[in-house]
């Protein structure tokens, strides 16, 4: 069965700098891989969608991430973190004939001043 | 913006009361979905529906049960709610597709507190 795994529960990162997020995911063939975003008291907002192409994908709110084959990995990344990407980021895959999104353990982010 | 709603937002009730949370979606969207999540947790699927009359259990068992009357309305209902109910529970939405996963769409949730 497909399975997400999120290897950091919480990451701090200060204002202005850069930012990775890990996902690795587990699955024969390739996935549909997702990443979401939730803020306080908020429900899952969609950032960016890997499907088939160009393996670096761009996202909303200046994020993108990078479909490793190899390494069955979709990192998400940003340049320069604002204050306001403070939130539980969720990876998510989805596998074609199974309408249902399986989803990683969540990544929250602090961002220090 | 996505268009689907829940309510409540928050709600503690005692045990053995009987409740429903409501999830309403105005996007036409024939699959929805219920997922729980708990602090610390991945979301876990509990329900889900491929379009009117038709739900299904998701991959965590739950004591809950749904229907789906109409393609906008999904919601759950917990005949006898429990302390072990207590979490925040996601409605979710997403087009039908084929057999390419789409990207759901998301409510705010419920924070459901049992006492």
């Known amino acids: 069965a497909q399975s997400v795994t999120q290897p950091d529960i919480h990451i701090t990162v200060s204002e202005g700098a850069s930012l990775e997020l890990r996902c690795n995911y587990s699955y024969g063939a390739t996935p549909y891989l997702f990443w979401y975003v939730q803020s306080p008291g908020q429900g899952l907002q969609l950032l960016l969608k890997y499907f088939s192409g160009d393996t670096l994908v761009q996202g909303i709110k200046g994020f993108e991430a990078e479909f490793k084959r190899s390494q069955s990995s979709f990192n998400l990344r940003k340049p320069s973190v604002h204050w306001s990407d403070a939130a539980e980021y969720f990876c998510a895959v989805g596998v074609p004939g199974f309408q249902k999104l399986v989803f990683g353990t969540g990544t929250r982010l602090l961002v220090s001043p | 913006e996505a268009d689907i709603y829940q309510t409540p937002r928050y709600l503690v009730i005692g045990t053995g009361k009987k409740i429903t949370l409501e999830c309403s979606q105005t996007?036409?969207?024939?699959?929805m979905y219920w997922y729980q999540q708990d602090p610390g947790m991945e979301l876990h699927l509990i329900h889900y529906s491929y379009g009117v009359n038709s739900t299904e259990k998701g991959d965590l068992s739950s004591e809950s049960t749904v229907s789906r009357i109409r393609t906008e309305h999904f919601p759950l209902t917990l005949e006898s709610a429990r302390p072990s109910h207590t979490s925040q529970y996601l409605c979710?939405?997403?087009?039908?597709?084929?057999?390419?996963?789409?990207?759901?769409?998301f409510g705010q949730g419920t924070r459901l507190t049992v006492v």
């Open positions: 979710a939405s997403s087009e039908a597709g084929t057999t390419v996963p789409t990207e759901a769409f």
């Open positions: 996007m036409g969207h024939d699959k």
